[in-house]
């Protein structure tokens, strides 16, 4: 087997850093690029992973599912009866004749992949007890209340001569906005003042996870079940009997279904959806195969991520000419300076598009386009859509060159590569650029870092423009007569207004916040909640991890050499220090508390997890492991002192048996865990 390079290794982790970064966007905040490119990340990870073997640790992004709930939800959270899971993806009939061939079956079941929020029902009697969001496939939030009212999900199930109530049903399905209903909800949601949605996909995510239930009856939520999980009291023969089964109790199913007994019946209907992805009732991004017969799926069984018995194939992005009115450019809160082109609104993909992103100067140019030029746009139910190329044969002769800015739009500092050979191009006034500051604060009131709700992008902007920040190191000691210089903390007699009172109680709770959430609030390139947790787990406070080596942090399970660099680096800057200073002072968390630290019953010691736990997810089981002192391999080695063994287990439990090593079930790690090596004697 071929062992990775440096450089080799140095592009996984960058890799698998950009890949957990846009995952938690998408399914915790919002997207920063398209699906397709995030597909092509993830593909490139894939390959990199299937040439050196040994980079596929159990924590790799390729074999997770969906995200982490965020830590600061306001949710519960709640543990699925069973793990629910992601789909590989084809993305070519080759592909596609390939997988039928590995997987042959009597008959497959063909459905639209909706292009929706994952949501877990569970009834009991017949009653809905639950509804969850996915999460990371165990663990997902409790949004019951939003989910009832929804008009497709029943309260109680209809009981039916053929099809008697189940004592247990675990429904599976995706909640979506119709095509024709998105542009009625986003007319509403700007005469309350809000901003419209991208597309349908975010609108549906935003609404599910509102706390007004008011609010949610206005955004014409659906839903379409497409699996089951846990049951008690009912079994069919095959996914097409119980869907059978579900429509008879009332569930809504997709009426776009077609069961088919051959492959070429399935690359029909995937050629057919090709040309007719306009006709659904929801946006579609690709058509799911699926074994039909639920014995031959317990066979096939699953990878750690996704079921072997039915894949995606993933339809190329659509795609629309308008014309390029101008391009302009904004600030990132990296510094980054991003080309957008202003476009004449067009429909395309179930929404209207009017700006896309032309990502940098390099790529404006590799594109061809002219200001005045029709382009050609493509958008699969991106939050962002992209410029692919000019029309040329369009061109009157009045199309102008696009000209990089030489200074900043925002602060007008002179812009330049952050190293040679770099295609984006920054502003280095990294501290007071309005842009970057405004977009640093966003960032920290995010849902994923401080999760301060009384902080929007308009306030953000408002607290630099109004001189009140200069930066964020004075952002916990904000006074009452500090806001009182602003416009949006304001009523029109100059008094601090409701949202004023709630930001300076959201300050006030966001100092007791993880150390973990105070290190990503930083903004330190390429550490975000993984690292951070990582970091914050083995220091135990941030100076004591200040005071470390790159190559001490490097060492650090989840960090890695780049991240590590990058991490000493950002505190070798005076302001960034200040910023740690001024917010130590102000009270935020600097270090966790040592009462609340487990006994160290795993001190020198080394564990691999391979296959799922049921009683814990990846993250928590790899925290469970280094909160006592051990270190959470993904590799087995001569070195391993332990090989905890679960669901699926992989190639690492014959390793681990081929060296002689210990191999544990879950009962006898959960023992190794409260009372150390010593208790399994």
Known sequence: MTEPSDAV?????ELSADIRHHRELYYNQSPQISDADFDALFR?????????PSLQTPDSPTLEVGAPVAMQSSFANVEHLERMMSLDNVFSEDEMRDWLQRTPAKAYLCELKIDGLSLDLVYRDGTLERAATRGDGRVGEDVTENAKVIADIPHTLQASEEYPIPALLEVRGEVFIAVEDFGLVNEQRQLEGGKPFANPRNAAAGSLRQHDVESVKKRRLRMICHGIGAREGF??????DAYAAMAAWGLPVSAYTKRVTSSEAVLEQVRYWAQHRGDALHEMDGLVVKVDDLAAQRQLGATSRAPRWAIAYKYPPEEAVTRLNDIQCGVGRTGRVTPFAMLEPVFVSGSTVSMATLHNQTEVKRKGVLIGDHVVVRKAGEIIPEILGP???????SEEEFVFPEHCPSCGTTLAPQKEGDADWRCPNRRS?????????TYIASRAVFDIEALGEKAAQD??????LLDEARLFSLTREDLERTDIYTKKNGALNASGEKLLANL???KQADLWRVIVALSIRHVGPTAARAIAGKYRSLQAACEASVEELAQVEGVGHVIAQSFHEWFAVDWHRAIVQHWAQDGVTMEESSEDLPPQTLEGLTVVVTGGLEGFTRDSVKEAILTRGGKASGSVSKKTNFVVVGANAGSKEQKAR?????????EEFLVLLEHGPDALS
């Not at 079994?235 to 097409?240: G, P």
């Not at 029309?391 to 002769?397: F, H, L, S, T």
């Open 463 to 468: 607290l630099v423009r109004s001189g009140v």
């Open 235 to 240: 079994e069919a023969e095959s996914q097409h």
């Open 433 to 441: 650029c309005p842009a970057q500051l405004s977009a640093r604060l």
């Open 9 to 13: 290794f140095k592009q996984w982790e």
């Open 391 to 397: 029309v040329v044969e369009k061109r009157d002769g």
């Open 658 to 666: 081929d060296l002689g090593l210990r191999i544990l079930n879950e």
């Open 508 to 510: 006030a709770s966001a």
């Open 44 to 52: 490139k990870l894939q390959e990199l992973e299937a040439e050196y």
